[in-house]
């Protein structure tokens, strides 16, 4: 299913501020908010596509590589960078709720703080970055790999919650489990009220008990995890792709990190890399440069021939199109582009040397004659201009 462009979804332009998407994702959660769509399956999908495009555009980072490269460049291998791969409603609501008390709109229907767990501070795991490394053959048709990394993963002992068992907490008396404390102060303007995370609980609005044995009540443990990625074709070096939920996990069922993927691409022993085309170099001698030849020469998936046109003078260019790399947003492939070079002895013997001087005294072979050949002229404009 192809993805649809955020800012259209977000109804900005590409130049639109932070400060304008953000409003713009304001106006779009709260037409689209399950409370005001309940059991609208539609809805709920709208408002989950509002939230990726505002993930995406309103990171820095991440708006970079969308603008550069499209969709792959922020999308993960495994199709999803932002909600889209994995994120589910209480992913959303912990991360953005806050929009909508920053422009006046607090506790919006119990929706955002009865899916944030009574409003309390939802945990977020670290971003895990890997490198790849990809040679061009993969490159150019795609490629699942297969890694093996070190992270923190929920503890499968107390599902992530730190507690030996389900009675093993109780709901903090100091902020009555919600999380966060409200303190009241006297300025000369009257009174200020402000709220901030519960420090006797860290936020969560529960202390634990009795803690899990296995993961000392942290929720998480270390461990290594084997990862299948698919990283589509045209990707290229320094590149970044995102896994949603594929990092380190949360301490006590918070939300995963991101998995961030750094794309190196290998030197190919045959083929230099421009963009989307390729450039191969092919050493040719003085006869097959001066009588012409079919000649064949490797792609990343075959070998064709082609033919050098007799008189084909060094540095001529050939276009095999189709031949090189995919276009990482699918607008076709490049080409792979045949530079001619012409290999020149050093070292001959004295009966070549001697061939080569009665050769020079043939009028074909003077450079006097080619200075009045305007043919061979404009050839040679032809192929280096």
Do not use: W
């Not at 590409?14 to 399956?41: C, G």
């Not at 590589?65 to 889209?84: E, L, W």
């Not at 009795?210 to 590149?239: F, R």
């Not at 301490?251 to 083929?271: A, M, P, Y």
Request: include cysteine; charge should be positive; proline fraction near 3%.
């Amino acid at each position: 299913m192809t993805k649809r462009d955020y800012y259209e979804i977000l109804e900005v332009s590409k130049n639109a501020s932070n400060e304008e998407i953000k409003k713009a994702y304001r106006k779009k959660a709260l037409q689209y908010h399950p409370d005001r769509n309940p059991n609208n399956k539609s809805a709920e999908e709208k408002f989950k596509e509002a939230a990726e495009a505002y993930d995406v555009l309103s990171d820095d980072e991440k708006r970079r590589r969308y603008d550069q490269f499209g969709h792959a460049g922020i999308s993960g291998p495994q199709g999803g960078g932002g909600f889209g791969g994995g994120f589910n409603m209480e992913d959303i609501f912990s991360r953005f709720g806050d929009i909508f008390s920053d422009f006046g709109f607090g506790d919006f229907g119990g929706g955002f703080h009865s899916r944030r767990g009574g409003g309390r501070n939802v945990l977020k795991g670290s971003n895990l970055r890997v490198k790849v490394k990809l040679n061009l053959e993969e490159i150019s048709e795609g490629v699942e790999k297969k890694i093996k990394v070190r992270k923190l993963v929920s503890c499968k002992s107390c599902n992530g919650t730190g507690a030996k068992n389900s009675s093993s907490y109780h709901t903090c008396a100091s902020c009555g489990g919600s999380g966060y404390v409200t303190h009241i102060q006297r300025t000369i303007l009257g009174q200020m009220q402000t709220s901030a995370p519960c420090s006797a609980c860290g936020g969560e609005g529960k202390v634990i008990d009795n803690k899990c044995p296995k993961c000392s009540g942290e929720g998480v443990i270390n461990e290594e995890e084997i990862i299948t990625l698919n990283i589509p074709g045209g990707v290229a070096d320094g590149m970044q792709l995102s896994v949603s939920g594929r990092g380190n996990a949360a301490r006590r069922g918070g939300v995963n990190g991101d998995l961030i993927v750094l794309i190196e691409e290998e030197k190919h022993t045959d083929f230099i890399r421009d963009e989307n085309n390729l450039i191969y170099d092919l050493l040719i001698s003085i006869p097959t440069a001066i009588t012409g030849a079919q000649i064949e020469i490797p792609t990343l998936d075959s070998r064709v021939k082609i033919k050098i046109e007799p008189g084909t003078p060094s540095g001529k260019l050939l276009k095999l199109r189709g031949k090189g790399l995919p276009d990482i947003n699918g607008y076709g492939r490049g080409d792979l582009i045949v530079r001619i070079l012409i290999y020149i002895p050093s070292n001959i013997s004295k009966e070549e040397r001697k061939l080569l001087e009665k050769l020079e005294e043939s009028e074909n072979f003077n450079p006097d004659t080619a200075k009045k050949d305007k043919s061979f002229s404009n050839r040679f404009r032809n192929y280096f201009n």
